[in-house]
């Protein structure tokens, strides 16, 4: 089955302890992204990456790191977390870039709180 | 700068009718896609509809069509015959060849009524 699998799905931590959210597709995508999800402001991109060893700042990069080291793999950074990186965060992947005729799939995305 | 602007945080529509969602943008490119996503309480984030703007036809997918008024920078989305399971957050996007990104509205929360 074509996916985006993001984990994990909840994480409840502590200001200034780094965490990882992982994110994995397995549809040989070229394109991946990472988006948060605030009330009100809708999505807004992080970072994305148009291939291996390839990344870009999105709208909101601050405080955040990526790597791209293997395709299928996007892995979310967060170095020192602080409460105002609490948020809904989304992994995508398309073949393509995203405004584009092929669709971003989505994973279920990561409800993160930052105590 | 593009922009996607939805002006109705909420709507609501009783079961059966048909409702309107709304959509602009701006951008100075010529060659864009435009998207309707939806968002139930499961957080999933699914293609409703999408647009190419080169296309003058409106796209349509089973119950969900598009109004697509280039000239106006608008692009609505119409659902018909509304069911209890099409109450979630509708997401309005854009992206363009000249960006390498997708820009989102801030959404229209539908709610369904019996």
């Known amino acids: 089955e074509a996916q985006v699998t993001q984990n994990p799905r909840y994480l409840i931590t502590v200001t200034g302890k780094k965490l990882t959210v992982t994110c994995s597709q397995n549809?040989?995508?070229?394109?991946m992204s990472w988006y948060r999800q605030d009330p009100g402001l809708g999505l807004r991109q992080i970072y994305y990456s148009m291939n291996v060893e390839v990344t870009d700042k999105g709208d909101v990069p601050e405080g955040y790191k990526v790597s791209r080291k293997e395709k299928r793999n996007f892995p979310l950074i967060l170095e020192s977390p602080s409460p105002n990186q609490t948020s809904l965060y989304f992994c995508?992947?398309?073949?393509?870039?995203?405004?584009?005729?092929?669709?971003?799939?989505f994973g279920d995305g990561t409800r993160l709180s930052i105590l | 700068a593009q922009t996607v602007t939805q002006s109705q945080p909420e709507m609501s529509v009783q079961e059966a009718e048909t409702v309107t969602l709304s959509c602009t943008y701006d951008?100075?490119?010529?060659?864009?896609?435009l998207f309707w996503y939806k968002q139930p309480p499961s957080r999933q984030m699914i293609l409703v509809i999408r647009q190419e703007a080169y296309k003058q036809q409106n796209a349509t997918e089973n119950r969900f069509s598009v109004n697509f008024q280039k000239a106006a920078k608008s692009f609505s989305l119409k659902i018909s015959d509304s069911q209890l399971g099409d109450a979630a957050m509708y997401f309005c996007a854009a992206g363009t060849y000249n960006t390498d990104k997708l820009i989102f509205g801030t959404g229209t929360r539908l709610q369904v009524f019996p």
């Open positions: 951008t100075s490119e010529s060659d864009y896609y």
């Open positions: 549809m040989n995508h070229e394109y």
């Open positions: 995508a992947s398309s073949s393509q870039w995203p405004g584009g005729n092929q669709p971003q799939h």
